[in-house]
């Protein structure tokens, strides 16, 4: 089926850096594109979103980029605190079912005081 | 105000057992998702309602697996005959219409021994 791959599958920073995730998918019927954060045993949180008919969003230091031209989108997050060390998983919805999602395996980004 | 909630929160039971979860949307939410999370994997969907009725239900596994929303808010997955490999957590998500946001619940992690 279709399937949405992500990269790294770990990322280390020091506090301060940037921190950067890509995702590609391959279903040209998707429209939708969330980022979720998930702590250690706890539910995934949405930090951001975006749809297919925008390029670029940005909120505060976190913003996320999106070509659909080659299925692929990117999280980016500047000035990482050591509180943004999580699991974050991209998604993209699923073309033939509303907005069901196909997650990435996910990235645990660590930043190291 | 309060958010997605799903008990139990935890399920032990034996191989061949049969098993229902509960998942408790938000308010007035018409969409519902359930999603299955391995652990080191990102979640994977099982089943999407609109309203009372499944919408998509191709990410359910096979036959043992059902899943209903007969008033169009609570809903209820059903696993016949657990095995070994149905062991995960699984997350539910609503959202107010198919396009918006969806909101996870805490997830009830299921252990089949």
């Known amino acids: 089926g279709e399937n949405v791959e992500q990269h790294p599958s770990t990322l280390s920073v020091q506090e301060g850096d940037s921190a950067v995730i890509k995702c590609t998918y391959s279903?040209?019927?998707?429209?939708?594109f969330p980022w979720y954060k998930q702590e250690l045993g706890k539910r995934p949180q949405l930090i951001i979103d975006?749809?297919?008919?925008?390029g670029e969003k940005k909120d505060q230091r976190i913003a996320v980029t999106l070509n659909k031209t080659a299925k692929h989108f990117s999280l980016h997050i500047t000035e990482t605190q050591p509180e943004d060390s999580a699991v974050y998983f991209c998604a993209a919805s699923m073309g033939n079912s509303g907005y069901a999602l196909n997650f990435g395996k996910g990235t645990s980004l660590l930043v190291t005081p | 105000g309060a958010g997605v909630s799903q008990t139990p929160s935890n399920k032990v039971t034996e191989k061949g057992k049969y098993v229902e979860l509960r998942c408790d949307p938000i308010?007035?939410?018409?969409?519902l998702y359930w999603y299955r999370q391995s652990l080191g994997q990102g979640p994977e969907f099982l089943i999407y309602f609109q309203g009372t009725g499944a919408a998509d239900d191709s990410g359910l596994p096979n036959d043992r697996f059902f899943a209903v929303r007969p008033e169009g808010s609570v809903s209820t997955l059903k696993i016949q005959r657990t095995e070994r490999g149905d062991s995960a957590v699984y997350l539910c998500?609503?959202?107010?219409?198919?396009?918006?946001?969806?909101?996870f619940g805490p997830g009830t992690r299921l252990t089949v021994l």
């Open positions: 998500a609503s959202s107010l219409l198919a396009q918006n946001e969806q909101f």
């Open positions: 279903d040209s019927a998707s429209n939708y």
């Open positions: 975006i749809r297919s008919n925008v």
């Open positions: 308010s007035g939410h018409t969409a």
